[in-house]
């Protein structure tokens, strides 16, 4: 896509309507206690909505729900043994360590459940850095509990207002994923092509259409408003999928030699040609999805028909010019190609109708049970806890490893005379993850970023004197980080880091270099911690 439809893609992606309801939801406890004069404790709850926020993620409401209470549940309990340890440094320590580990270990039942860990692992350290003395550990908890209920209602409200943008946005997702396959599927015609290289996209693009693809399924099928027929948007969303599904499966069965196709055909135009047309099809499918997304009808010019048309008369003419004994095996194959490409087409325009939502497009789907086979459900099964309690699973040597790595980062900060050393926790805890790979690519992300971003707020706080125009700042920073937080880990946390800058210089109007070389130091630190954990 060009960059303006990069950019009205974004606009109306699910990444910015999660990023504008995480800040607002951790932004507005704290303007409304503030008012009152209460920054204190507004703080704690939006320190419990964003705590909360991150188990948030695309999915059944049900589901979202479930995770949200939660986390806040959990969080409140983490939060009072935490608070009431903080004092006895052996204590606090063993506290530590089997919170991390038992939070960790809940992983095991899928990723919503390793988002509520995380969220309550953030409350822990978090209550750490509070140092609360004796009944203000209750307040502050009942404080946190009440941020994640807060946080819940209004993700609740948002979603009843407006029940059908997230499936819409993931929807159109998938659809442009699918254009990004066949733009990728197109490659292979092109004349100088690299077969290895373009496997490895087409292989990895694959892989990714089809997680897009489990996703809109689960989010559509277990939405009970959606499967039971009670609304037109319903059915042509479910007609949609369902249409797009069969196109992304016609594409990816319609394999042929394309080595073979280039020794039969390399000094005629015939193949630039299927390439071109399926580039046009892939962007006619980007108009699609946008329009889906941003719940817009797409117009449909009739061109894309008209190509096809013109593409299937010249292979025609083609093949009674060019046909031999030797070559008729390449147009028999290139004909299956033709063939896919002429359902691809169909398929296009079928989808073009359905973004008008009319209702005579609407048509009988199969009935809500009748959807069951295609979803699956997740059961707490406290035998699958205890079968990972070894380890031979993955789930728990992560545990354990941050249960270890945390307890050492918190020995560490209490060596070391500086200030907000809870950030050297922050940094463990989100930068380990099960798989190496990941964990090492997010130490170097993170420090890169973090050191990036510092550089932007030193910049930002040395140019911005006004606090009102530093407040603008930092709702834009925290917009773009949380929008990108699941998507782009190097630039959000290139965002995090000038907004948490702002958002002490605000509090306490510290100064800038303190900041600076605490967020540094931290992070170097914690990734230290994570990377040989």
Not at 221 to 226: A, E, L, N, P, V
Request: glycine content about 6%.
């Amino acid at each position: 896509m060009d960059l303006n439809k990069e950019y009205q893609s974004f606009i109306n992606s699910n990444s910015l309507g999660n990023g504008l309801r995480m800040t607002a939801g951790i932004i507005l406890p704290a303007i409304v206690f503030n008012y009152f004069d209460l920054l204190s404790i507004g703080i704690v709850v939006s320190v419990g909505a964003m705590c909360v926020s991150l188990t948030d993620t695309a999915g059944p409401i049900n589901q979202r729900l479930n995770g949200m209470a939660a986390c806040f549940s959990i969080g409140f309990v983490v939060a009072l043994i935490t608070g009431f340890a903080v004092h006895y440094i052996i204590l606090l320590g063993i506290a530590i360590t089997c919170i991390c580990f038992i939070v960790s270990m809940i992983g095991v039942y899928g990723s919503r459940a390793n988002s509520v860990g995380v969220g309550v692992l953030l409350i822990m350290v978090l209550t750490i850095e509070s140092k609360s003395q004796e009944w203000l550990v209750v307040y502050n908890a009942f404080y946190i509990l009440a941020g994640g209920v807060w946080y819940m209602l209004m993700s609740l409200l948002l979603y009843r207002v407006r029940p059908y943008k997230v499936p819409q946005q993931l929807l159109g997702n998938y659809i442009v994923a699918t254009a990004n396959y066949l733009r990728i599927r197109g490659s292979f015609y092109n004349k100088h092509v690299d077969y290895d290289k373009s496997y490895h996209r087409l292989l990895e693009q694959q892989i990714a259409v089809q997680g897009k693809q489990d996703l809109v399924r689960e989010i559509l099928f277990k939405t009970r408003s959606i499967v039971t027929d009670s609304t037109n948007t319903g059915r042509i969303l479910l007609m949609i999928f369902r249409d797009t599904t069969d196109l992304f499966e016609r594409a990816t069965t319609s394999y042929q030699n394309y080595e073979k196709l280039h020794q039969s055909f390399e000094n005629s135009d015939i193949l630039s040609r299927f390439q071109h047309f399926i580039i046009e099809a892939s962007k006619e499918l980007d108009e699609i999805g946008l329009a889906v997304k941003s719940n817009q009808p797409s117009e449909e010019s009739g061109v894309l028909q008209k190509h096809f048309q013109e593409l299937h008369d010249y292979f025609e003419t083609f093949r009674d010019d060019n046909r031999t004994p030797e070559n008729v095996e390449s147009f028999i194959d290139l004909r299956h190609v033709l063939n896919s490409i002429e359902d691809i087409v169909n398929r296009i325009h079928t989808l073009h109708l359905y973004t008008t939502y009319d209702k005579k497009h609407a048509k009988k789907l199969p009935l809500a049970s009748e959807y069951e086979k295609f979803i699956t459900h997740n059961v707490i099964d406290l035998k699958l806890l205890k079968d990972n309690l070894s380890f031979s699973s993955n789930i728990f040597r992560h545990a354990v490893r941050i249960s270890i790595a945390v307890l050492f980062g918190y020995i560490v900060s209490k060596f070391l005379p500086i200030g907000h050393s809870y950030w050297i926790l922050l940094t463990i805890i989100v930068i380990l993850k099960p798989a190496y790979s990941l964990s090492k690519n997010r130490t170097y992300q993170r420090l890169l970023g973090t050191i990036a971003g510092a550089a932007i707020g030193v910049i930002v706080l040395y140019f911005v004197k006004n606090d009102t125009t530093l407040f603008v700042c930092m709702l834009l920073f925290m917009i773009g980080a949380y929008s990108l937080i699941r998507t782009k880990y190097f630039a959000s946390i290139l965002l995090i880091t000038p907004y948490i800058m702002i958002l002490f210089h605000l509090l306490s109007h510290v100064k800038t270099e303190s900041i600076l070389i605490d967020r540094v130091i931290d992070t170097a630190i914690g990734s230290t911690i994570a990377f040989f954990g």
